[in-house]
């Protein structure tokens, strides 16, 4: 394939070109076999009147549209295939920050749709491809931490480049504009925008210089000719979802960190490398003009990716540091909890294709005003175990458990996961914890190989428990509560909130479960995160062709979900080819600052380029909006 073809592939067609998928089965005979298995889906009883109840209501087709808005405050509305954004009558939205718009005065002007923007500007600005974002609050000042997850080099190099870097300088380009962006923002009577040269402004990139903590820090796997101590990592990567510890800082999530790398000789994959994708030619061809990308030069780079990175953005002179403690795998988010007893609760997904979903528990504990030093790199690594009677537990990730030492566990926390038996799952996007109940979703955004083929370790992908149906183009949303209503525990027992599917052209356990209907279907769950107010909204990124098996879905969407009653009502609907990634809210609740990652056509701007943005989005009539 043609470097510049693979640029334009998704991360997730970037990972099926590494380990493809052998021919698809005919899809008559998926349909089928899903609909013999009438009898389990039966037995996936839910927790109550709210969940998915996975019994003759998906399989016989019996879906009504629930009457408008029963438990929300807003009507919910209709699909859309247009390239704008909608969001319910009574509320109204704004642009708050584009893809390359000044975070100094310096930089104001840096971008244009003609040219983008020049290596000199390209870290003063805000970066590409929006993500995972928290907010933060110092006295009287709001801040937004937010992930750039990845780089279009082909909208954003010279036209004569053909989206694939020919030298050193477009490399440094496409690295400055990927990490993370720390802004200040003010409401200056006109709705929220950033305050340009605030103390807070700041980039972190591919290059930015970090330190690393816990068993794996300093170990010979992290260490490379550059840093021979193994403990000052340059720069996080794919940044992708996000977390905010109890004590206020921001956890920024690699996920998709081995596309950067790649080889220039030949050489054989390990079995590290070839379970995390790694190998053969990087994505953006850093390889070719940085040697820490080669792997040639540098095999233990790659092990310095993968990690929850930790980021002080009150302090804009801190310096990031990688959490070995947290494992690393293709990192979604980090959604951290207390257990009963004080310890730090971090639950994160593994988000490819039959890998896992984990869960760190601190030794020490925690609580308002006390030193955090070590609650992120003294615990335990556990992986889930979720059992078709609707049950599971917490396999703790151990020397004694996978005959590891600790640092290869953490380094190649999915193999030492294959060797307790870990779950393979759905592509575990956000996990996130209902603050009004001690229960925690995690969105399984889809997976075509549910049934076909192993994950890249060999892991059967078997259809069963919370991953009920073969080539699993929809997705669906596990939760679990804990025993005890202990974060702590290590066994839970879990149920479906919802299993996506199309009603009108399904008529079987493709249709999706009861809480889904003609009027809220949707496909690929993937951003999460509950307001205040105990409402879960779910982002999706998904097929937005609005065509076939997804006909009737639209573009991209943010649903709100009650998870008492189990309705979900569409409440925003992205431009078409984007997806709805990262929200967070005003610290007074009466703004929801939304992501738009990688636009079609020519939205915000109607230029004929498209921008990633954050848009700010609230009620007209000032109230509360989660
Ligand atoms: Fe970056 Fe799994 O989404
Ligand atoms: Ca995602
Ligand atoms: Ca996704
Ligand atoms: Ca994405």
Known sequence: MKKQDIVRLSWDEFDEMRDPRPDANAFDSVVERAISRRGFLGGVLAFGSGAAVMGTGVLSSTHTVRAEGASFAFRPIDIATDHEIHVPNGYEWKTLVRW????????????SPDTSVSVAMSDKIFGENTDGMETFVDGDKIVLAINSEYANPEINLPAASEGVPQNADEVRLLKNIQGVTVIEIADNGNGYAVVLDS??????????????????????????????EGLTPKGTMNNCGSGKTLWGTYLTCEENFNGYFGTTAEREATEGEV???????????????????DLSKEPNEPNRHGWVTEIDPLDPSSTPIKHT????????????????????????????????????????????????????????????????????????????????????????ARIAGSKVGATTMDRPEWVAANPLHVEVYCALTNNK???????????????????????????????WRPEGEDHGA???????????????????????SDNVNEGNMFNSPDGMAFSSDGMLWIQTDGDDSNEGEFEGQGNNQMLVGNPETGE??????????????????????????VGIQHPGGSWPDGNGKPRSSVIAVWREDGGAIG
Not at 200 to 223: C, F, Q, S
Not at 348 to 357: A, H, L, N, Q, T
């Open 568 to 593: 979900i009502a569409r409440f925003l609907t992205a431009p078409n080819g984007a997806e709805v990634t990262g929200l967070c809210w005003s610290p007074d609740k009466k703004v929801a600052f």
């Open 490 to 512: 290590e066994r839970f027992t879990w149920d479906l909130y919802v299993m996506a599917g199309n009603p009108t052209v399904y008529n079987n356990a493709y249709a999706g």
């Open 449 to 479: 190989n549910r049934g076909v083929k192993a994950n890249a370790g060999g892991d059967e992908q078997s259809v069963g428990g919370p991953n009920p149906r073969e080539t699993n183009n929809y997705g669906q949303i596990v939760r």
């Open 100 to 111: 390359g718009d000044p975070l100094f005065k310096e930089a104001e002007g840096a971008y």
């Open 275 to 293: 379970r995390y994708g790694i190998g053969g030619e990087g994505r953006y061809a850093y390889e070719k003009f940085d040697p820490r990308f």
């Open 325 to 412: 403690a947290l494992g690393r795998f293709k990192h979604e988010n980090a959604e951290m909890v207390q257990a009963a007893d004080g310890r730090v609760v971090v639950y994160m997904g593994d988000d490819e294709r039959g890998e896992f979903i984990y869960k760190y528990v601190s030794n020490g504990t925690w609580a308002e005003g006390q030193p955090t030093d070590g609650l992120l790199s003294e615990g335990t690594l556990y992986v889930a175990r979720f059992n078709d009677d609707m049950t599971g537990e917490w396999l703790a990730l151990t020397p004694e458990t996978t005959d590891m030492p600790i640092e290869e566990i953490l380094v190649f």
């Open 199 to 228: 103390r807070y402004n700041r980039r972190i990139t591919h290059e930015t210089p970090m330190t690393m903590d816990g068993p794996a820090a300093g170990g010979d796997l992290v260490k490379t000719k550059a840093d021979p």
